[in-house]
């Protein structure tokens, strides 16, 4: 796992710029997966789950993940690792004309979307300091209330942004891989334990039924199918140019098949089982009116809920918990805010420390709406859902329509099974994707507009 790829500082392009690469393929995955997985996995995956139909939603979810998933994570690798280039200079490259408004729309979304991301670490931050210095509360409903509003989101939103930009800062090798490498682990460990532990509850049958029994009905809902489409680009990090600018720091003769691959299952793996906790931990524990009442909290109400069921125990799995989860939203904060930061250093041709500080920044800036307002959070977060599929769509037209021979880029460095599915890939690519992701496009636009004019007129 651990061969050295290149370590030496290439030069890119035709300019003289250069560009630091990953010292290790596995540094490359981990840094990937720290992306993918946070709390797209933990917090939105439930919510959205809890909010869109249950069942249904988690099976859709699992076919998007594989079959629109999977293909464009390669097409944004080879656009990444073929133009060595962040998401606006690499369609400039690769495709000139309109082209650079696609990696525009990608580094907007990344910043929109940190901008409310850095607000639920801050909480998450949160959860973790009081559970060691009080436990976690009896009434998680009403504690979640209390986390959410007021001055202290805003406090947090500040410092998690902080660590952020410092980390973006020191640079790709350094920040990312390190804790990538050490805390992902024990993430996923820590949640396949409670996911067991929750088997054991009495009651949770129900929480196992909403969680896994899809009904027909609803898997035939539009609105579901792309609520599903949009948290699979979420989840992945797909459809901004996250994947692609990580690509751009690897060296040739990756198997970016396989990688994608890897990732795909590793990120569906972490969300399914957070999904494994919290839907039983609900049921058994019976806190389906307040998270009824609060959605975006299944996570935050759920999970202390069963910290404080389980004794003393619960309060050491808790803290832990929330640390590694803080470490997980760290790592894919860190790929939002370095999506924006490479664009600026490829844009402006600075360094690396002010174009981080600049716009972590900004975002910071930004992110005081959504850290006062959860209705703001709420429309945020839609908006950016469809941001995510309008991008995916422009991704997959363009890799399968513009670039030059993305096949000769997606086989370079594969083989075997990882090779000989591409060219067959590539036609589904051309063909079968754009319309779906279409589709998707409509209906989360719609849900977007929707939840705008609701919230605007004071109906949410
Ligand atoms: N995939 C991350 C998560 O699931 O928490 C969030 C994310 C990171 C989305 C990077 C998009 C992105 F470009």
Redesign the pocket.
Known sequence: MTDPIDVEVQKHGEDSIQRELFGTRLGFILAAVG???????MW?FPYRVAEGGGAAFVTLYIILTLCLGIPLMLCEFSVGRRTRLSPIGAMRREGGGAWPLVGFLGVLT?LL?LSY?SVIAGWVVRYGIEGILHGFAADPGAYFEQVTTGVAPIVYHIAFMVLTITIVSVGVEKGIEKASLILMPVLFTIVIGLAVWAATLVGSGEGYSFYLAPSFEELLNPTTLAEAGGQAF????LG?G?MLTFASYLSRHENLNREATTIAFSDFGVAFTAGLVVFPVIAALGLQSQVSASTVGALFIALPGAFVEMGTMGRVVGIAFFFALTVGAVT?AV??LE?VTASMIDEFKITRRPAAIGAGTLILLVGLLPATSLDALGVIDSITEWFLAVGALCMTIFVGWRMKDPVAEMVDGASGFFAAVVPTMMLFVKFVMPPIIAFVVFWSGRNAFNTLVTTLTGGG
């Open positions: 992306s993918a997985v946070g709390l797209g996995n939105r990344g979307i991301y979420f989840s992945l990090s901004m996250a894919s790929s939002l999506v």
